[in-house]
């Protein structure tokens, strides 16, 4: 079983930054995913980022956010630049084991003028 805690988002302004946080009860975890959805949407992979260090971006937030796991391994971070209005949404932490698939309880983000 693998809890993830989500934390770090709130309202902010056009064009501001915020940066998320994920923390996970397991450091042995081969991949972390950031989701978002945005009411009457989809869910839609946000990043990915694998033990090895590979990253993947959505192609609406390429350029704009990054993922990196923490030093401890049980943590990564979603940092988010240039924010634009089309990014409020609930985001979500996810990974999967052998055992299951894991999900966060999600964090507001809320980019408004």
């Known amino acids: 079983q693998v809890h993830l805690v989500e934390s770090g988002g709130g309202l902010v302004q056009p064009g501001e930054s915020l940066r998320l946080l994920c923390t996970a009860s397991?450091?042995?975890?081969?991949?972390f995913e950031w989701y978002r959805q945005a009411p009457g949407k989809q869910r839609e992979l946000v990043a990915f980022?694998?033990?090895?260090?590979?990253?993947e971006y959505g192609s609406a937030v390429k350029d704009r956010f990054t993922i990196n796991r923490g030093d401890t391994k049980d943590t990564v971070f979603l940092q988010m630049n240039m924010l634009k209005p089309e990014d409020t949404a609930v985001y979500y932490c996810?990974?999967?084991?052998?055992?299951?698939?894991?999900w966060g309880q999600g964090t507001q983000v809320t980019v408004s003028a």
């Open positions: 980022i694998g033990k090895s260090g590979f990253r």
């Open positions: 397991s450091s042995n975890l081969n991949f």
């Open positions: 996810h990974t999967r084991t052998t055992e299951g698939d894991y």
